[in-house]
């Protein structure tokens, strides 16, 4: 094989590499029997200038620093990436035309990273975009590398809210290292989009918020190198959308700008008619520029090693100190051990005290303000430059964002989040701010982990945990503030619990987490002056759930164990140490299931919790009912 590399690759080859563009992405649709070859096709052209001529990519190496950055934020044109990937020579043609769409291979339908030339997951549309941003803010504020952010997107997504989330928030850090390139084909899945071909439209939006727009004929190769290269200038001080008028199915007349051609292949007749008319199958391999050497100035901190370990928080025994507020301390203890951590919030720092970090160290803090996506996809993309990012906000507000943490799931990289004001607990605000589905909602995330600590000193161990922690990791904070249980320095490791009160003579389990759990050790000394001996559990570790310890609880007191969480009834606590327990196989299970079962109002937390039944009078007299019976 043969590479051409140059940064001087002429239109004419350009023009002959946008048509095998076109008809490798016919060939690997048809091929598999599904894709979506014409949403490929009006997009050709802008790639093959793109690759050619602009984008600085060393391809043999994909993690080198100075690398620019292309996120397909239109992942269903997937078969333009990959024969994108076949034309600068990391993907073979048996690849592509064997590989794309089948079980086992990694040409999958939508791109991911088990490609290394791909930083995220895309497919739901508005996410390429906003995750962009976060990769945009580290090559500017923290890196200090050279690197452009490249994303194309769809002319569909920008009916979503995520995509102008992220234009704001890309203006207001003046992220002019961003280049967005919107292929305006005018048709979606269905018909025409909201807009279609009113460029005007598009631009004036755009502007509106703040982006420095350009217009081009999407299929003029010197229009289009004109336009990349004004985007690629950062002297204007602001984001660059590239607004491109295109031809759905452009190249093959008997699909260009017609309906009902989203998401097919072409049947194999009707597929060698396309590529005959684009002029049959070529075989260019070809590099355009690499990444310029990083300057004297350039950082790269997501490669420096941490420092010394992180001195953590102290706390008294007895104190009482909100979870919340340990959390902000316990991140400033880590970022000063390790340049890697950074910090977002949305606009609710003072209250989910991320705001200690933003104070010692601002360099390193973004605030994403009321957009809890955007949250989302910036610390996202931190972390597909290596850094560390805790993202917090109210842990309600965090359900806006969900799909972005699926996706960041499918993309493999590691997520903290912070969720406060949890639950009937923060009292008078009433049910809109009371987070009451969100432990359901990450335990159902793939590979997370989910953590609900009761006090000051397990809250900072947990942090720390979560900075080392792979995947996509929860912590819920609490409102209000409570006694610290455990001393300094005592271990909590991920999946494990802690055993409050035991005895050999134990007759029922009180398992809790967070604020529960203190409801649960006053209510084992009501137990206690009835004769009733209670082991308590904090089950700070929801996801995963140390299932030995409760194993063992349950078979000291006979199957019987009271289980009081802060949280609807599906899917939070009780349904984890349920799952935990039946696939253990006990012989026997006697659960009382204490949640929010009704829909709350205003009120004080203790009379919130009380109405809920999750204080200790409640807990008592639902182990009383399981003795009883």
């Not at 075989?283 to 941490?306: F, I």
């Not at 995330?445 to 947990?462: E, I």
């Not at 253990?584 to 009380?610: F, I, K, N, Q, Y």
């Amino acid at each position: 094989m043969t590479i051409t590399q140059t940064s001087h690759i002429d239109l004419d080859t350009v023009a002959e590499l946008a048509a095998q563009l076109r008809v490798d992405s016919i060939r690997s649709s048809t091929s598999a029997g599904s894709g979506h070859p014409t949403s490929s096709m009006s997009a050709a052209d802008l790639l093959a200038v793109l690759v050619t001529r602009h984008l600085r990519f060393d391809w043999d190496d994909p993690t080198a620093p100075g690398n620019d950055h292309l996120i397909f934020s239109k992942g269903h044109a997937s078969p333009l990436l990959y024969s994108v990937f076949k034309a600068v020579g990391v993907v073979s043609d048996d690849e592509l035309m064997n590989g794309y769409r089948r079980f086992g291979q990694r040409l999958e339908g939508h791109p991911t990273p088990v490609l290394p030339w791909v930083d995220v997951a895309t497919g739901s549309l508005g996410q390429g975009l906003p995750d962009g941003v976060g990769i945009a803010l580290a090559g500017k504020y923290l890196d200090r590398l050279p690197y452009r952010t490249w994303v194309l997107c769809g002319d569909s997504e920008f009916a979503e809210g995520s995509i102008w989330e992220a234009l704001d928030k890309a203006a207001h850090y003046e992220l002019s290292n961003l280049i967005a390139i919107v292929d305006v084909n005018r048709l979606g899945q269905s018909g025409p989009t909201e807009l279609g071909w009113d460029l005007d439209a598009y631009a004036r939006r755009a502007e509106a918020f703040g982006a420095r727009v350009l217009v081009v004929d999407g299929h003029d190769l010197s229009a289009i190198d004109d336009a990349l290269g004004t985007a690629a200038d950062p002297t204007d001080g602001r984001p660059t959308v590239v607004l491109a008028k295109t031809v759905k199915g452009s190249g093959f007349s008997e699909v260009e700008d017609k309906p009902d051609w989203h998401g097919k292949p072409f049947p194999a007749d009707m597929a060698d008619r396309a590529i005959a008319e684009l002029g049959g199958i070529r075989d260019l391999v070809l590099r355009g520029p690499r990444p310029e050497p990083a300057s004297a100035t350039s950082t790269d901190a997501s490669a420096e090693p941490a420092g010394a370990a992180a001195i953590l928080p102290r706390y008294a025994l007895g104190d009482e100190v909100a979870t919340r507020k340990a959390y902000g301390d316990a991140l400033v203890a880590l970022g000063a051990a390790d340049p890697r951590i950074v910090a977002l919030d949305g606009e609710v720092s003072n209250s989910t005290y991320s705001n200690a970090f933003a104070h010692a160290f601002p360099d390193r803090y973004f605030e994403m303000f009321i957009a809890e996506q955007q949250l989302v996809a910036a610390a996202t993309g931190l972390s597909v430059r290596g850094y560390r990012a805790f993202a917090s906000t109210f842990a309600a507000f965090l359900t806006r964002a969900h799909d972005f943490i699926r996706m960041g799931a499918i993309s493999g990289v590691d997520l903290r989040l912070v969720g406060s004001h949890a639950g009937v607990e923060i009292g008078a605000d009433g049910p809109s701010q009371m987070a009451l589905e969100d432990l359901a909602m990450m335990r159902a995330v793939h590979g997370s982990t989910v953590l609900y600590p009761s006090d000051a000193t397990s809250t900072a161990a947990l942090v720390e945990a979560m900075a080392s922690t792979p995947g996509i990791s929860y912590l819920r904070t609490t409102r209000g503030a409570y006694p610290v249980l455990y001393e300094d320095g005592e271990a909590f490791p991920v999946g494990g619990s802690k055993v409050l009160r035991s005895g050999d003579d134990d007759q029922v389990t009180l398992v809790g987490a967070g604020v529960t759990l203190h409801a649960c050790l006053r209510a084992a000394e009501i137990l206690a002056e009835e004769g009733v001996a209670a082991r308590v559990i904090d089950c700070y570790s929801v996801k995963p759930i140390d299932a030995d310890t409760l194993t063992a609880a349950i078979g000291t007191t006979s199957g019987r164990i009271v289980v009081a969480e802060d949280h609807h009834p599906e899917g939070g606590l009780a349904s984890a140490v349920a799952d935990a327990l039946l696939a253990a196989g006990p012989t026997s299970l006697s659960l009382a299931h204490l949640a929010v079962r009704g829909m709350p109002g205003s009120g004080s937390g203790p009379e919130l919790l009380a109405w809920a039944g999750l204080d200790a009078d409640h807990i008592a007299a639902a182990a009383r009912e399981l003795l009883d019976s």
